[in-house]
């Protein structure tokens, strides 16, 4: 099968989040599965430094963006066999220092940006050689792209259009503009009513693919049923309502080449379930890294996270402040919003020798954290599938997270089956119930026998892309079988 996939972030090549890393391993597991993959991104500053194989793919797009014409040039790279990156340039658009925003401010024309990205992806679809079977499209930044094809193929641009999956990452990340930045798009104002883009007088993004793609995918099962609810459908509950049987999750995977606690180039100590003095040997090189008093016997905690109100920061907030007069540590790799960035600041300020932070974006410390740590703290409000939990529990860093989204699918409580337990679930979204998870790993600490059965469950857990990968085939094949066709 042929499978064009497009998204606005692409590990290695750019990342803000998990997004990124589902979608570079989307596309190199698909390759590896013998499927013929594209993958089209926009090249942003840096890449062809890092990248220094990559082409200019002699492919130039001219495409309408309102009342004028913007340009582009298609660069390529084909990392593995089956898989060719198509990265878009228009440096106007794709040359800053960030992807969407700085200094917490979204650039004022994403509208543009990404109306612009959506065009030339559907643009690819239609013209590259590959002709894709599907195109699978991911978030917001794409969400054009199944209305863009859907009005081809209905001005009989296509002989046979692709058919259209669109996976939400977040519900809400949704891509609102106002009804202004419509004509940007270039389509007729027929699709902009409340059974279209519209959404409140704007335009929606996110509704145009849910309502537009053949399929809707969502990240893991529990997420897919939550974003049908009022609590956490955004406003976009009732459009995904009508289209639940067009809505399924599926967990994302790890990539298990890259998170990997031996041969690692990011670790200096290996180890591994049989051998896990690396394990302890990270820990000391970490609490000297942060200036933390280096010991064996007190346990310690981590946390690598967006700092927004998603991730749960309030409650962990209040919860380490008491919780930290408790015999632990804890270590804190984040960036973003700046309140909590003051926030963890001060926290350790107040509690030197026990909490230390590291704000900014660090890939290497991320895995030398996962590493290092005795438990993982993820307390969000709500999170679609969460990477880090499954990285914690493939290093043996048990996590404590909140029962939502993908976190209640991917972790194991005590309650739930003591025999495959692998980390600490806690219900209410609340400081008290955080710190009670928190005092429930104080406890399982003392107790090295389980915390070796904890340990070893999580380490054998397998949430490996080959599966992912051939859910996602299976679903392409069914989808090519004509399963799920949006009827309008
Ligand atoms: P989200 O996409 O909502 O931010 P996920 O858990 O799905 O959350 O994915 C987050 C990814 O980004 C993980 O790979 C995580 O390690 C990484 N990450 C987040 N913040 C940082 C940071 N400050 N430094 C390094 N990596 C980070």
């Given at each position: 099968m042929k499978i064009l996939l497009a998204s606005s972030e692409v590990h290695p090549y750019s990342k803000t989040g998990g997004l990124a890393d589902m979608v570079g391993a989307l596309a190199k597991y698909l390759a590896q599965a013998g499927q013929k993959v594209g993958v089209v991104t926009p090249l942003y500053s840096g890449i062809r430094e890092k990248f220094?194989?990559?082409?200019?793919?002699?492919i130039r797009v001219r495409l309408p963006l309102g009342d004028r014409f913007v340009e582009a040039e298609i660069w390529t790279l084909e990392p593995v066999p089956n898989l060719t990156l198509y990265f878009v340039d228009q440096p106007d658009f794709y040359q800053r220092a960030a992807l969407y925003q700085e200094g917490g401010r979204d650039y004022i024309d994403n509208a543009a940006r990404f109306f612009f990205f959506s065009k030339v992806v559907a643009h690819l679809a239609r013209t590259l050689p590959l002709r894709p079977d599907v195109v699978h499209t991911h978030d917001w930044q794409t969400g054009l792209v199944p209305l863009l094809i859907h009005h081809a193929a209905v001005q009989g641009a296509w002989r046979k259009a692709p058919r259209t999956c669109f996976t939400i990452h977040?519900?809400?990340?949704q891509g609102s503009f106002p009804w202004t930045d419509y004509p940007l798009t270039n389509l007729p104002w027929d699709y902009f009513t409340p059974h279209g883009v519209e959404f409140y007088g704007g335009l929606n993004c996110l509704k145009a693919g849910v309502v537009y793609s053949d399929l809707i995918t969502t990240v893991s099962s529990r997420y897919a049923r939550e974003i049908t609810t009022e609590e956490f459908g955004c406003g976009l509950d009732g459009v995904l309502r009508n289209r639940q049987k067009s809505l399924l999750g599926i967990l994302n995977g790890v990539d298990y080449d890259e998170w990997k606690t031996t041969g690692n180039p990011f670790l200096r100590h290996p180890y591994s379930l049989d051998n896990l003095a690396g394990k302890m040997e990270n820990k000391t090189a970490l609490q000297e890294e942060f200036g933390l008093p280096v010991t064996a016997e007190i346990p310690l905690f981590g946390t690598i996270t967006r700092l927004a109100h998603q991730k749960g920061i309030d409650i962990q907030l209040n919860a380490l402040e008491e919780m930290l007069a408790s015999d632990m540590q804890f270590v804190l790799l984040g960036s973003g919003q700046p309140e909590f960035e003051r926030g963890f600041r001060s926290l350790a300020g107040r509690h030197p020798g026990k909490a230390a932070v590291k704000i900014g974006y660090d890939h290497a410390l991320s895995h030398r954290i996962e590493a290092a740590c005795d438990f993982y703290l993820m307390p969000s409000k709500f999170e679609p599938c969460g990477l880090n939990q499954l990285y914690s529990l493939r290093y043996g860093t048990i996590p404590i997270v909140r029962a939502t989204g993908g976190l209640d699918d991917s972790v194991t409580d005590a309650t739930e089956n003591i025999d495959a337990a692998n980390g600490i679930k806690f219900y209410d979204y609340s400081a008290r119930a955080l710190a009670k998870a928190i005092r429930k790993a104080l406890v399982l600490f003392e107790h090295p026998e389980l915390l070796a059965h904890y340990r070893s469950n999580a380490m054998e857990a397998d949430f490996s892309w080959e599966r992912t990968a051939h859910e996602y085939i299976n679903l392409y094949q069914r989808l090519q079988g004509g399963e799920w066709a949006v009827a309008y």
């Open positions: 220094p194989a990559l082409q200019p793919g002699n977040n519900q809400a990340f």
